[in-house]
């Protein structure tokens, strides 16, 4: 499974800024860090995200088609990490909501960084 992800970043100072304040709504604290590296996560162990300079020295771009989803324990921490985003300067790129039909319990909002990486935080489970 899925150990972490890493996004890069042009603007060190402020992507971390951003993800301390974004990933302390679901408990995400530093778990690694130096000079152009530092990793959340929430669970001893589990899953994380990341930001990272581009190893190579490039302007760190976006991947077209790639997103990193945050786990939320229900739907009203999705509407919080949503809303934290957006007030942190992300853009949006799908309100809080079901996804996938009227029998789906899958709820998610998506947005992207201040880097225009996309994220969404999701929760699945009935209401």
Do not use: C, H, Q
Not at 10 to 15: E, I, S, V
Not at 32 to 44: K, L, M, Q, Y
Not at 58 to 74: K, L, Y
Request: hydrophobic share 40%; proline share 5%; charged share 20%.
């Amino acid at each position: 499974m899925l150990g972490y992800i890493s996004v890069g970043t042009n603007d060190f100072a402020k992507a971390t800024a951003f993800y301390d304040a974004l990933l302390s709504v679901v408990g995400g604290k530093r778990v690694w860090e130096d000079d152009s590296f530092i990793a959340w996560g929430n669970t001893p162990g589990g899953a994380g995200i990341a930001i990272a300079k581009p190893f190579n020295g490039e302007p760190a771009t976006v991947g077209n088609g790639v997103m990193a989803a945050i786990a939320a324990p229900d739907r009203t921490t999705v509407d919080k990490i949503y809303e934290k985003a957006l007030s942190l300067g992300a853009t949006d790129e799908g309100e809080p909501g079901l996804r996938g039909g009227d029998d789906s319990t899958f709820y998610a909002a998506y947005f992207r960084d201040l880097d225009g990486n996309k994220l969404n935080a999701f929760y699945m489970g009935p209401a």
